[in-house]
């Protein structure tokens, strides 16, 4: 790859959600009372078409340069420099998340239309649609993002509105329990994820090589070869601590049993953490992060077990449901043991592309 193309658009794929949950946040109360619950989703509905339209600006305009020119880059401002960590707020765009982001803001799309009439009823219609704008920009920020801190960023935030919206109707017992219970979780993962991002940037630093940018990473991480930690090699250890953020994320064994109680909160919620986003977040970032996996066949074996275990085991306990959104709970943990498979398997490509159709 020569260098990426600047651009000065990709930001706003993220900045228009979460302007829209800065609206409605702050003054949604007061713009609900005072114009109705119209007001509410129009603020929440157009942010996000924008936010499409932009994204299909970034898709077209990486379809028509060259194949090996296809890396958009939008360098917002200056983050972390400190030694050999050089960060920066920057979103990138290139055939994987020009995908996921077409997905994102798309399917987000349709689901915020959707909820005006699903949440019509409801007092707190306001709050709602902050969320979901947020959540939306979380998700953004997560695929977009061009180092993997800043990834972390849209990681932990899909996961702080993941808990806000599956327990929305906190009067109900169960929907806090569910709520708290994917938080915790993902938490756990979380855990994982940090470690990993730890053990890369350790590692190459040793060779004077530090650094958490995707782009630069991808030519560096062979570095890796060799490196030992704690006894292990570090690209193994590396790809097994991201794979427990991407358990946690993309719901497989152990870590799955959040999903199924996540259909506590309202339908639409549901449609947006089981189909369009957070769930595929953990397969998008080991396809994001396939040149670290594919140095450790071990990491690569271990994830392509677990997900023929999740594929198998969750589609068996979804024979035995009878709640229709349970079904579908488990139907969905299961093809997501399909996609983790695929990563398992270095079929990196067809992993994200059943992520598409499912």
């Known amino acids: 790859m020569d260098h990426p ?68 880059l939008d360098s917002v401002l200056r ?16 055939p994987l998340s020009g995908i996921m982001i077409l997905i994102v803001a798309g399917i987000g799309g349709l689901i915020h239309v959707y909820s005006i009439g699903y949440m019509h009823d409801d007092e707190a219609y306001w709050r709602f649609f902050a969320y979901l704008n947020l959540f939306s ?20 935030g899909v996961g702080l509105c993941s808990y806000g ?23 756990i993962g979380d855990a994982g994820f940090t470690l990993g991002v730890f053990i890369i940037f350790w590692s190459l630093a040793e060779s004077d090589h530090g650094t958490v940018i995707f782009r630069d990473l991808s030519l560096t991480i062979h570095y890796l070869e060799g490196q030992m930690v704690w006894g292990l090699p570090a690209a193994t250890l590396a ?13 497989q064994i152990p870590l799955y049993v959040w999903l199924p109680d996540a259909m506590a909160g309202p339908t639409p919620v549901s449609a947006l953490i089981h189909a369009a986003t957070m769930v595929t977040a953990g397969v998008y970032m080991m396809a994001r992060m396939h040149f670290l996996f594919s140095l450790s066949p071990v990491a690569l074996g271990v994830v392509a077990t677990v997900g023929a275990l999740t594929a198998l085991f969750a589609a068996t ?4 449901q009878f709640d229709i959104k349970k079904v579908l709970a488990y139907s969905t943990v299961s093809q997501l043991g399909y996609m983790v498979r695929g990563i398992g398997v270095g079929a990196y490509g067809a992993a994200v592309f059943h992520l598409m159709t499912h």
Not at 138 to 156: C, K, P, R, S
Not at 245 to 251: N, Q, T, V
Request: net charge positive; proline share 1%.
């Open 5 to 72: 193309i600047l651009v000065s658009y990709l930001r706003w794929i993220v900045l228009f959600p979460l302007i829209g949950a800065i609206i409605n946040g702050v003054f949604g109360a007061m713009l609900q009372k005072r114009f109705g619950k119209k007001a509410i989703s129009i603020v929440a509905c157009s942010v996000i078409g924008l936010a499409f339209i932009f994204a299909l600006r970034a898709f077209f305009h990486l379809v028509g340069v060259e194949p090996e020119q296809r890396y958009l």
């Open 79 to 94: 983050w972390i420099h400190i030694g050999s960590l050089q960060v920066d707020i920057a979103f990138a765009a290139d």
């Open 137 to 156: 920009a979380a998700m953004l920020t997560l695929v977009l993002a061009d180092n993997l801190l800043l990834m972390f960023v849209g990681w932990e």
């Open 165 to 187: 919206l599956i327990g929305f109707w906190y009067k109900e017992h169960e929907n806090t329990t569910a709520g708290n219970k994917a938080f915790i979780v993902n938490r």
């Open 239 to 251: 790809a097994l601590c991201l794979f427990v953020g991407a358990a946690g994320k993309s719901a």
């Open 317 to 320: 306990i979804g024979l035995a």
